[in-house]
């Protein structure tokens, strides 16, 4: 079995590593803002009951990784390994134009957790921290000696940021769990912004700015679970998780260049260059982060839950540059039910977990003294397969229906459709057996 772990570690990791640091899984104009549109560290089955996470323990009879709040670790009694992959369509559009649907697909995260005693556990795994991508067009002029000259603005990016974990939860006394997380951070966000002006005959050069900034750091964040049983059947936990918010290591690449563009829209070479920076080191300062809720729950029945969400984004600086963000406030309620866990296979409608939640946001961007917003319907499946002698096994299915920002103010709207789907394994690794 431990060959087994090995050999499926080995493979996954190598996967998950080159999808998260080389895959672009965005395309939101709003993810050029701080850094990214942040994924959230949950699982599929988190995800398709709106992202509910601070109360989380088991979901169902499983044993499940809520990387969210690393106090759930201490109830992790199995072996567990997930694996998950994302995609995702976005739809782009303002008040008179409606763009295509924009694909993307990553594998999206890869996760461990294991007993260390009857009371504790560690877990440890990869997953994205944030998505970078965008790319839109802004049209207007430029005034040249008492005229107009047509002028187009061009914006992209690219990139994103990583997030490889290592955790720890235990139990402290009958009703109590703590936890956390120590996390290293790194990845690349690529930036470039272009004047190009229309109908010259090569009077004026165009130019452009392209920008690499490379991030790596430690971050920490931490959790506690306080449960109780009013019933024999019914089980109350309540839940709060925080991020530290502390100094990650920014370095910034910078060059200017200035070039031109033939009657056929074939760009030339670089005349020249107005304006070069390597590697400019700062500090980049993580917003912090608090979430608290609760989940109420009948034994292997059904399951409901709400979280309250805080970020401190007016604390985010990049050097000494805050870039007009303000603080973001979440609201995530979700559940989950399962007719029969003891049904037979005969009945396997039954077997099923069947999840639903919704997701609202008012995020740390604020444009045209309109705040932006993402809302999300969201729902999903867990679908157990057939076990093998100490062996549990299921897939975990998600989907999220949702709007980010609003045409009003000639502003833009994202609608986006996310599937997630997880394979969640349950095991007795690492244990003697007297008889095989």
Same mark, same amino acid.
């Given at each position: 079995?431990i060959? $087994?772990?090995?050999n499926?570690?080995?493979? #996954?990791f190598i996967?998950? /590593?080159?999808a998260? !640091?080389a895959?672009?899984? #965005? /395309?939101?104009p709003?993810?050029?803002?701080?850094m990214?549109?942040l994924?959230g560290p949950f699982l *599929?089955?988190?995800?398709?009951m709106?992202?509910? %996470?601070a &109360?989380?323990?088991h979901?169902g009879i499983?044993?499940?990784?809520?990387?969210?709040?690393?106090?759930?670790?201490?109830?992790?009694?199995?072996t567990t390994?997930d694996?998950g992959a994302f995609t995702g369509?976005?739809q782009?559009s303002n #008040?008179t134009t409606?763009? &295509?649907?924009?694909?993307?697909?990553s594998?999206?995260?890869?996760?461990?957790?294991?007993?260390?005693?009857?009371?504790?556990?560690?877990?440890?795994?990869?997953? *994205?921290?944030? +998505?970078?991508g965008y790319k839109?067009?802004?049209?207007?002029?430029v005034t040249v000696?008492g005229?107009?000259i *047509?002028?187009?603005l061009?914006? /992209?990016?690219? =990139? =994103?940021i990583?997030?490889?974990?290592?955790g720890y939860?235990?139990q402290?006394g009958k009703?109590?769990n703590?936890?956390?997380?120590?996390s290293f951070?790194?990845g690349k966000?690529a930036e470039s912004?272009a004047?190009e002006?229309?109908n010259t005959d090569?009077?004026f050069?165009?130019?452009?700015?392209?920008?690499r900034?490379s991030?790596s750091g430690?971050?920490f964040d931490?959790? $506690?679970q306080?449960?109780v049983n009013?019933?024999?059947?019914?089980r109350?936990?309540?839940g709060?998780?925080? #991020?530290?918010?502390n100094?990650i290591?920014s370095?910034?690449s910078?060059l200017t260049?200035?070039?031109g563009?033939?009657s056929?829209?074939?760009? %030339?070479?670089?005349?020249?260059?107005?304006?070069?920076?390597q590697?400019?080191k700062?500090?980049?300062?993580? *917003?912090?982060?608090h979430? $608290?809720?609760f989940?109420?729950?009948?034994s292997n029945k059904?399951?409901l839950?709400?979280?309250l !969400?805080?970020?401190?984004?007016?604390d985010y600086?990049?050097?000494?540059t805050?870039?007009?963000?303000?603080?973001?406030i979440?609201?995530?309620?979700g559940?989950?039910?399962t007719p029969d866990?003891?049904? @037979?296979?005969?009945?396997?409608? %039954?077997l @099923?977990d069947?999840r639903?939640?919704i997701r609202y946001?008012?995020?740390?961007?604020?444009l045209k003294?309109t705040d932006?917003?993402d809302?999300a319907?969201t729902?999903?499946?867990g679908?157990?397969l057939?076990?093998?002698?100490?062996?549990f096994?299921?897939?975990?299915? /998600?989907?999220e229906l949702g709007q980010r920002?609003t045409?009003?103010?000639?502003l833009?709207r994202?609608?986006?459709?996310?599937?997630?789907?997880?394979?969640?394994?349950? +095991?007795?690794w690492f244990?003697?057996?007297?008889? +095989?």
């Amino acid at each position: 079995m431990i060959k $087994i772990f090995k050999n499926i570690f080995l493979v #996954s990791f190598i996967l998950a /590593s080159g999808a998260a !640091v080389a895959q672009t899984t #965005s /395309s939101s104009p709003y993810s050029q803002f701080g850094m990214g549109i942040l994924r959230g560290p949950f699982l *599929p089955q988190n995800r398709a009951m709106g992202n509910i %996470s601070a &109360g989380v323990k088991h979901i169902g009879i499983y044993n499940n990784i809520n990387m969210a709040n690393p106090a759930s670790y201490a109830n992790v009694r199995m072996t567990t390994f997930d694996i998950g992959a994302f995609t995702g369509l976005t739809q782009l559009s303002n #008040s008179t134009t409606k763009q &295509g649907s924009n694909f993307n697909g990553s594998l999206s995260h890869i996760a461990f957790a294991i007993p260390v005693t009857k009371k504790s556990a560690m877990s440890f795994g990869l997953l *994205p921290y944030s +998505d970078f991508g965008y790319k839109y067009r802004n049209t207007t002029s430029v005034t040249v000696g008492g005229t107009a000259i *047509p002028a187009n603005l061009t914006y /992209s990016g690219n =990139g =994103g940021i990583s997030k490889a974990y290592l955790g720890y939860g235990f139990q402290l006394g009958k009703h109590i769990n703590i936890g956390a997380n120590g996390s290293f951070l790194f990845g690349k966000l690529a930036e470039s912004s272009a004047t190009e002006f229309a109908n010259t005959d090569g009077t004026f050069l165009n130019s452009r700015t392209e920008k690499r900034n490379s991030i790596s750091g430690l971050n920490f964040d931490y959790g $506690i679970q306080y449960t109780v049983n009013p019933t024999a059947k019914n089980r109350l936990t309540i839940g709060y998780s925080g #991020s530290s918010g502390n100094k990650i290591s920014s370095r910034l690449s910078s060059l200017t260049t200035r070039y031109g563009v033939n009657s056929q829209g074939e760009e %030339s070479a670089a005349f020249d260059t107005t304006f070069f920076q390597q590697n400019a080191k700062s500090d980049l300062k993580l *917003p912090s982060a608090h979430t $608290i809720g609760f989940t109420f729950e009948n034994s292997n029945k059904w399951l409901l839950g709400a979280d309250l !969400v805080l970020r401190q984004w007016s604390d985010y600086r990049l050097g000494a540059t805050n870039p007009g963000m303000q603080n973001s406030i979440g609201l995530n309620v979700g559940g989950q039910y399962t007719p029969d866990v003891t049904a @037979i296979s005969s009945k396997y409608l %039954s077997l @099923i977990d069947y999840r639903l939640g919704i997701r609202y946001e008012k995020t740390g961007i604020n444009l045209k003294s309109t705040d932006i917003l993402d809302r999300a319907l969201t729902f999903g499946f867990g679908f157990p397969l057939q076990s093998a002698r100490t062996a549990f096994y299921k897939i975990n299915f /998600s989907t999220e229906l949702g709007q980010r920002g609003t045409t009003q103010n000639n502003l833009i709207r994202e609608r986006y459709v996310n599937f997630s789907l997880g394979f969640t394994l349950n +095991d007795q690794w690492f244990q003697k057996f007297k008889f +095989d």
